[in-house]
């Protein structure tokens, strides 16, 4: 499914739906971050994917 943008469109790959990423300073855990979707292209890169509808305030902290 997807159209010319879906990552299936982009020959990737074990598509895995949220993700979840420890997020770490100095060793200590701070907090998780929950990506929309993980996925491997065909040169084996791996993708984390956030796909929102509208700028939430939770997105500009990621973006930052």
């Known amino acids: 499914g997807g159209g010319p943008g879906h990552p299936a ?17 100095n060793g200590g855990h701070v907090c998780n971050y929950i990506a929309d979707f993980r996925y491997k292209t065909r040169r084996g890169a791996i993708v984390y994917e956030d796909s929102k509808g509208f700028k939430t305030p939770v997105y500009k902290l990621k973006r930052k």
């Open 9 to 25: 469109a982009a020959g990737a790959a074990r598509l895995h739906r949220q993700p979840v990423i420890a997020c770490k300073v």
